[in-house]
DNA sequence: ATATATTTTCAATAAGTTTTGAAAATTCAA
DNA sequence: TTGAATTTTCAAAACTTATTGAAAATATAT
């Protein structure tokens, strides 16, 4: 297989990937086309290699630098803005994972807590599925904080290492 | 706050929530109604608590029993289906990383080796910038597969309480 | 300062997804 | 069988989200 279709095959279904994991399929194909591109692009470079609009290129790199997985950089002598993403796997796995904690995950324990402390008899059967399974979820959702927690602040080597030899 | 209240707040999130997630809000909202309610509920049940359409039920309801999520049961002397949810929310997330392991990831990382073998001098820095991004992914890719196979066969006590005293 | 290059914004539009509801199919009791 | 209850299907409508493109804003060189 060549480059050029191998670069256009991973860069599709990059982006379909990214759309069951609530990332939109722009984002992600201009992710992935970052990813295997040794040097820095430009808007135009990124418009012209996908064929999408000035204005959406300069939406999803904008959302794409806010993730963290892509910086500005300045090249010198140039005018025009340049992109670059974050090439170790590891970083932009725990990158996303951060934030998405912090987005989603976080959040919504707190509710969970808030809702556990519903009135009414446990004695009742709706009462008490209620508070079950809430406080289940609640209890299962911070174990994986915790795990998330180090995981984020762990470096690969020692992680991945690890975890392999825990699960031997 | 009363129950009524807790249980629209806590299904209208849960519904929120599995839209980041490549779920359909409203195929969450009804599993978080079967969640907590004690005892199994027909279509007219959940057409009738959550405001939504007889079709609109069935496609969801049918997509949750495919997912493994939920099951349809037979009250003796019933003529109507009833839907009941699995309430163990680790088998709950067992069941959901088995789903989309097998829907999402193993496809993607039989795609990535494929793609690995681009033809091509590894001396060109396009070839080699894509060759090493995909294996990078691809081995990270399959480091996680192992490690969510361990999960799906283990059982909650032994996997998570492994895991924290893992992680003190 | 002025002109030119570049980036950003955002209303309009397009594309994609979900929902409805009524008709068709199925199931089951009598 | 027949017919009433129930479930399923699916085309059309409603809703949601993504994309365009041109105008406005900003940055830079001369």
Redesign the interface.
Known sequence: ???SE??T??IS?WGA?G????INRTMAQIHALL????DPLTQDDIMEQLNISRGNVNMNTRDLVSWGLVDRVLIQGERKEFFSAE????KV?TQIIKE?KKR?LDP?LK?LS??E????DKKD??????V???G??RK?GN?AD??LD?MIKADESWF?G???K??K
């Not at 990813?35 to 040794?38: A, I």
């Not at 090439?87 to 590891?90: A, C, E, L, M, S």
């Open positions: 297989m060549k480059l191998a670069k095959q991973f279904s990937f759309t069951h994991w609530g990813l295997v591109s040794p090439k170790d796997i590891w796995a998405r989603e919504m509710l808030q809702l402390k519903v009135d009414g059967k709706h009462v008490k599925q209620f079950d399974t809430v289940g979820i299962f174990q915790s795990m180090v991945l690890s975890l392999l825990f699960f």
